[in-house]
């Protein structure tokens, strides 16, 4: 019998009874967020809404659209003021100890916040200027960042010149002129293309090796499944579900181990060894429902060993993110053909986001 | 570093991006300087002759109408840098980059007073090209040395206080179309007052008006300064409006611009 991919091999893995959180355990707290409200009129934006980030991990706020998460992001970085409710970030008080609070974020916005009039090295040095960096070090700065953002062929053209990518890029290294602690990125690839949106991927999650903190918003579930060491869902100004991508996952039912037989023989006796769930005789496989956990998986292999069947192949299916965030967004969860479409995707996914969190780890 | 210092440093961090801005993208600035410039070739030589004869005995001595209107002119060009200051400030409002300034640990004060010191400066350079042109074109000022330095010294005030204005009307337009038309009243002023003839020519209600209006004053002061002619209180008053109208633009930009983000 064989796995079929290795990133069946993450999914169970990272399933394990007592599910080890994905970053090392700092005990200090980069955002801590107790109660926080906003309104706007009649229309309650944020509802009392409460978050605790470790220093050094990526957080994703993940909603609909209008689901109130540009607002905490802009209450978070000292923008606008919240009704109620507390919040500290790198231990500064958000209202009283506005000033340290900025000083050690950064912020990349939804549209880009770039001087289209300027050129992308004179963006960053304006930056440099702002932060008070002596003349030789901004420049030095300046010349690494382009270098490390693939920006220096076009350091010299004006922004207004840029792709979206290219922009978005130029953006991020504005917020990293400033060596931030903590950086806010909302929605930091909508609307790019998808290779765009991979090489942001790519340097967010190398911005985390440093130790730096992240706060994403994101609209795709995707992206938080990727990123993310913890996912938060919000909807309608709450908070209706909080946890890692995997333990989202299993927080709805759909969770299931799919054998795949040599023969209808093997099939039909595996089915009736196994009560008889439901199985496929043309395509030879066999769907146990489970709650994707390492027990449930330990108890089907024995079983096979015990009634000497031989599968040819196994895997382990948790339900995707979209799953989740349609079922508890309260919207109509998708149809069971196209979620064959993310199964594919969702695999890949697994398997990249263990290599990024072996680099973590590093 | 002490705050002011920060404060300051930061300001001239953001007048030298706004610069940059001018000299990169000129035609805003040529739009601004050729305003005041055709107005002073219309009013000299399309409508001089008429207008010189229907003032009759000019002010200024019976010399030419140019002597009469120059003055008047060099105040537009005060105006119409206004202009261009409402767009710039409206249209930066409506970039991201704002947003990020106000996530960052600089001066709250900075962004405006860097637009401001900005607009200032190619304000002044543009009131100092329509003085040149006017010499050349025969405009033939009375002034001493110390006339002409107290005559920089009222526009300076003048175009600051009209700056600080501009700043405050781009921050509160919703878009850059509102906030080229919000200053339109301060460019049309001076024709309501004494720059291009004299309010006594005037019917009762606008000659009253024309009296009392900000800009007379000043007008009045600067053809004073220039031509000798007599400056009355008009000075002191000149200058009442000009700091006036400054703290008003300045609190009210600094109302606008801490009011919240713009989206």
């Known amino acids: 019998m064989t796995m079929t991919t290795s990133a069946t091999a993450t999914t169970v893995a990272s399933a394990t009874p007592t599910p080890a959180p994905a970053p090392p355990p700092t005990g200090s707290s980069a955002i801590d967020v107790t109660g926080l409200s906003k309104s706007y009129g009649d229309k309650v934006v944020l509802d009392g809404i409460d978050l605790h980030i470790p220093e050094g991990t990526i957080f994703a706020l993940l909603g609909p659209n209008g689901a109130g998460k540009t607002t905490t992001v802009q209450i978070l970085s000292t923008l606008i003021p919240a009704d109620a409710g507390q919040a500290r970030l790198a231990g500064h008080d958000l209202v009283r100890e506005a000033e340290a609070v900025r000083a050690a974020i950064g912020v990349t916005g939804q549209f880009a916040a770039v001087d289209n009039l300027l050129t992308a090295r004179e963006n960053l040095l304006l930056m440099a200027d702002l932060l008070h960096l002596p003349r030789r070090e901004g420049r030095r700065r300046a010349a690494d960042l382009l270098r490390r953002f693939e920006l220096t062929e076009a350091a010299e053209k004006p922004v207004s010149t840029f792709s979206g990518g290219m922009r978005r890029k130029l953006d991020l290294a504005m917020t990293l002129v400033g060596t931030p602690r903590i950086i806010f990125l909302d929605e930091p690839t909508t609307g790019l293309d998808p290779r765009s949106r991979r090489t942001m991927w790519e340097i967010i999650r190398a911005l985390v090796a440093d130790g730096v903190t992240l706060f994403l918003t994101t609209q795709y579930l995707e992206e938080a499944d990727q990123l993310a060491d913890r996912i938060a869902v919000l909807d309608h100004g709450k908070l209706v579900a909080e946890g890692t991508p995997e333990e989202l996952k299993r927080l709805i039912p759909g969770s299931h181990i799919r054998l795949r037989f040599a023969d209808a023989d093997a099939l039909e006796s595996a089915a009736a060894f196994f009560g008889s769930p439901a199985y496929d005789t043309e395509a030879l496989t066999l769907q146990i429902p489970g709650d994707g956990g390492v027990p449930g998986l330990r108890a089907v292999l024995d079983g096979l060993e015990r009634a000497s069947i031989e599968a040819e192949a196994l895997t382990v299916h948790t339900p995707d993110l979209d799953d989740v965030f349609l079922t508890l967004t309260g919207q109509p969860q998708r149809s069971g053909e196209s979620l064959n479409s993310w199964r594919d995707n969702s695999q890949k996914n697994d398997t990249q986001k263990d290599n990024s969190r072996k680099d973590n780890a590093r | ?263």
């Open chain 2, 1 to 263: 570093m002490s705050a002011m210092t920060y404060a300051a440093r930061d300001s001239l961090t953001m007048l030298r991006r706004n610069l940059k801005h001018a000299l990169r993208y000129p035609s805003m600035t040529v739009t601004v300087v050729a305003m005041p410039l055709v107005m002073l070739l219309l009013f000299t030589y399309v409508f001089g002759g008429a207008l010189g004869t229907g003032i009759g005995g000019t002010p200024t001595g019976g010399g030419a109408y140019i002597d009469y209107v120059a003055p008047g002119i060099i105040l537009m060009a005060a105006t119409s840098g206004a202009l261009s200051t409402a767009i710039s400030v409206c249209s930066d409002m409506t970039e991201g980059i704002v947003n990020r300034f106000r996530t960052m640990s600089i001066s709250r004060a900075a962004f405006l007073t860097g637009h401001v010191a900005g607009s200032v400066i190619q304000t002044l350079v543009s009131i100092t090209l329509v003085v040149g042109v006017a010499l050349l074109m025969g405009f033939r000022p009375s002034a001493t040395p110390v006339d002409w330095i107290a005559t920089a010294g009222l526009l300076t005030l003048l175009v600051v206080a009209l700056t600080w204005l501009a700043a405050a009307m781009g921050l509160v337009a919703k878009n850059v179309e509102t906030a080229s038309n919000m200053p339109m009243p301060l460019t049309f002023l001076p024709f309501l007052g004494s720059a291009i003839v004299p309010p006594e020519s005037m019917p009762t209600g606008l000659r009253w008006f024309a009296e009392y209006q900000p800009f007379t004053p000043v007008i009045e002061t600067l053809r004073g300064l220039l031509m000798g002619t007599g400056i009355g209180n008009s000075g002191p008053i000149a200058i009442a409006w000009c700091l006036g109208l400054t703290l008003v633009g300045y609190l009210w930009a600094r109302a606008a611009f801490n009011r919240g983000i713009k989206r």
